[in-house]
């Protein structure tokens, strides 16, 4: 039997996120939910009711993830897991869109306003019980992946796009591609998990930091991860959805996929410090398995894994100037 813990989970408004939130409701575990509007919220109260404490922060905005990093380290509650879980994807789509810092919508939402709830919290994170951190990625970062072979592989190169300030359309410097723009985010994701154990280690407080892959999970409502490339090519999606889910049985269900997020943040399977990387990989038609593997080649290069952190930090301080991260890790 766990421990009841405090998690904070962005992404729980819909998906593997609302599943797992109402997992770990169910298990005891105290809640703070961070939704990106009022709608978002009502439809995470229709799922899981009043107990859990939901804040609206939209991760498309970097003052807003501030302003309620600030709230939570004025109230010092301390937190045990947090769960980087909220994705965007924007496949289907032909030209970037911005966020409120003009930054690329996938690479702000994805990948910079979770390195900046990290370097905000970490504080909060450090002084809590057996503390985690769990990091939602995809197979999708690794070319020699099933999804990650479909169209432009991920691929952040040297980093150019980074390097050049905002305004740029895909971190390594070339032109926009939605599909491989959320792929690229996912590998800076597991990138994101490398660096922060390294960060942590050369510290001295090492604690288990959980990158994973969900699988190919398709909702069958008309919200959820997919809700743009629904809107871009309704019949398309829809065949695609038929042939995956239902007549290859290739997916995976939320209701699974979020049973395995919750294991994740809570059980102590997972308890060992360190960078560690799981993927719910299909098996064969309906069968998947969970099992800690390798992640991509690119994936595994620190030298990189340091200068995406260090260049994301240098890219949110030009964005917004004399606002500094309250623990930001400089090792």
């Known amino acids: 039997m766990n421990d009841a813990r405090h998690l904070l989970i962005t992404g729980a408004s819909s998906g593997i996120g609302a599943e797992a939130a109402r997992r770990l409701q169910t298990m005891g575990h105290r809640l703070t939910l961070l939704c990106r509007s009022e709608q978002a919220e009502a439809q995470t109260r229709l799922h899981l009711g009043p107990s859990p404490r939901i804040l609206i922060a939209d991760l498309a905005d970097l003052e807003a993830v501030d302003r309620i990093s600030r709230q939570l380290i004025d109230e010092a509650d301390v ?27 996938t690479f702000a939402v994805n990948q910079l306003a979770h390195q900046r709830l990290l370097e905000n919290l970490l504080p909060l994170l450090k002084r809590g019980h057996q503390p985690r951190a769990v990091i939602t990625a995809s197979d999708v970062h690794n070319p020699l ?9 991920a691929d952040l190169g040297s980093l150019d796009g980074l390097r050049s300030g905002t305004g740029f359309a895909m971190v390594d410097g070339g032109t926009f591609d939605a599909d491989k723009a959320y792929k690229d985010s996912k590998l800076c994701n597991v990138l994101l998990g490398r660096e922060l154990s390294r960060r942590l280690e050369a510290q001295g407080t090492p604690f288990p930091v959980l990158s994973w892959s969900p699988g190919l999970v398709i909702p069958r409502g008309p919200e959820g991860f997919f809700r743009t490339s629904r809107a871009c090519n309704p019949l398309g999606m829809t065949l695609f959805a038929l042939l995956a889910r239902d007549v290859l049985r290739l997916t995976e269900t939320p209701a699974q996929a979020g049973e395995l997020l919750a294991d994740l943040c809570v059980d102590n399977r997972w308890s060992d410090p360190g960078f560690h990387y799981f993927s719910n990989h299909l098996t ?18 620190q030298a990189k894994a340091t200068a995406l952190w260090r260049l994301s930090s240098e890219l949110m301080q030009t964005v917004m100037p004399g606002v500094q991260p309250s623990d930001p890790l400089e090792l």
């Open 79 to 105: 937190i045990d897991t947090l769960v980087l879980n909220a994705g965007l994807q924007l496949a289907g789509t032909r030209a970037p869109q911005w966020s409120r810092q003009g930054i690329e919508l």
């Open 145 to 153: 992946s099933g999804g990650g072979r479909v169209g432009r592989p």
């Open 284 to 301: 064969r038609p309906g069968q998947h398995r969970f099992e800690a593997v390798d992640t991509s080649a690119e994936a595994r290069d």
